[in-house]
């Protein structure tokens, strides 16, 4: 059943792109009694699992869809690891950073639990409806949801949704610090203001790196897509300075440093990779990269094969074509390599 169900979890992920992330819990199915579940699940061992993936994500906000209250006793203890995970992750002390894989202590802002949207909603409850319009896919979000659980096999089938307004409910059950109201962000920061590390080096990459995503933003969808993709190049670069003038190493893309800098390392590579997006995109270039196979044993080689075509009217430079097979970097092309308009390479 485990096996199954992460298959069934990665497909889902598949089709949503979100991120997906397992304990050493395994779903051996439903339980009603809770001392067939701390048999089978140590707690110690869960609990550092979740506090890693909440000290590498770093999220502000963490929901558990799964209540205390629940017939199942694997549920009851999910929504008690997730709660004693949202107090633990801040906490060095009671969990130290090597007991999660060298990660710095990160502290959400709200914990909210997923309940009952028939029942009347308290003070404290936040209502999301998933009856919306996605205007990309034409479907309301419940609907989108409907069709990835089908990925589900293992589970019950559940009936389509009715289009129309469609509550869910959340409720509160911790916050830190002073909140502004009881919408789903309340009391947490998105500006700029939250990056200022203090370093004058850093904030001045900073200011510069808001100052590139302004004039980006400010051409606007009437600007030409040379235009567009010269923007976006420049924040690009902007990442890319600024990270250099921050000393924090990473482990696997996941900063080592906590509190503002790891913050503000995340939002780099976020920002870094979406601009990145654009800049091909509004530049016509396409990399399209085929191996023989699907699977490859440890240490064995694989072909592979890598087309870079340039889509748009201006000549474009390869400086570096590199493959990552997560165990290593391979560079394929050290050279650069001028593309002119219209053209492809081969590798």
């Keep these: 059943l485990a096996v199954l169900r992460t298959a069934e979890l990665l ?36 609990l550092r699992d979740v506090v890693s993936v909440i000290r590498a994500f770093r999220p502000h906000v963490v929901i558990s869809m799964c209540d205390t209250v629940s017939r199942d006793a694997t549920r009851r203890r999910t929504a008690r690891l997730v709660r004693a995970a949202f107090q633990a992750a801040g906490d060095t002390a009671l969990l130290p950073s090597r007991a999660t894989s060298r990660l710095p202590a990160w502290s959400p802002t709200r914990l909210y639990t997923r309940v009952d949207s028939s029942l009347a909603n308290p003070p404290g409850i936040v209502t999301v409806d998933v009856g919306e319009l996605d205007r990309e896919e034409n479907k309301t979000y419940a609907e989108i949801g409907a069709e990835i659980r089908r990925l589900q096999r293992t589970q019950s089938a559940l009936p389509s949704p009715k289009v129309g307004s469609a509550p869910r409910s959340l409720r509160l059950e911790v916050t830190r610090g002073e909140s502004a109201g009881n919408d789903l962000f309340a009391g947490v920061d998105t500006t700029w203001a939250r990056l200022r590390t203090g370093a004058n080096a850093v904030d001045a990459q900073v200011d510069s790196l808001r100052d590139a995503l302004a004039a980006a933003h400010a051409g606007g969808y009437s600007a030409s897509p040379n235009v567009i993709a010269a923007a976006f190049a420049n924040v690009v670069r902007r990442t890319i300075a600024t990270r250099l003038a921050i000393q924090c190493s990473e482990s696997a893309t996941v900063p080592l440093c906590g509190g503002v800098l790891g913050d503000l390392m995340a939002t780099l590579r976020t920002i870094r990779e979406r601009a990145t997006r654009v800049t091909l995109d509004a530049a016509g270039v396409v990399v399209d990269g085929t191996v023989s196979r699907e699977f490859v044993s440890c240490r064995d080689s694989v072909a592979a094969e890598v087309n870079v075509f340039n889509g748009g009217s201006e000549p474009v430079t390869l400086r570096r074509l590199a493959a990552n097979g997560r165990v290593a970097l391979a560079t394929l092309v050290g050279d650069s390599v001028r593309l002119a308009a219209d053209s492809a390479f081969r590798w």
């Design 11 to 46: 497909a889902e992920r598949q089709r949503d792109g979100g991120h997906q992330y397992f304990t050493r819990a395994y779903d051996f199915g439903p339980a009603t009694e809770d001392s067939v579940v701390d048999r089978l699940w140590p707690r110690d061992t869960l």
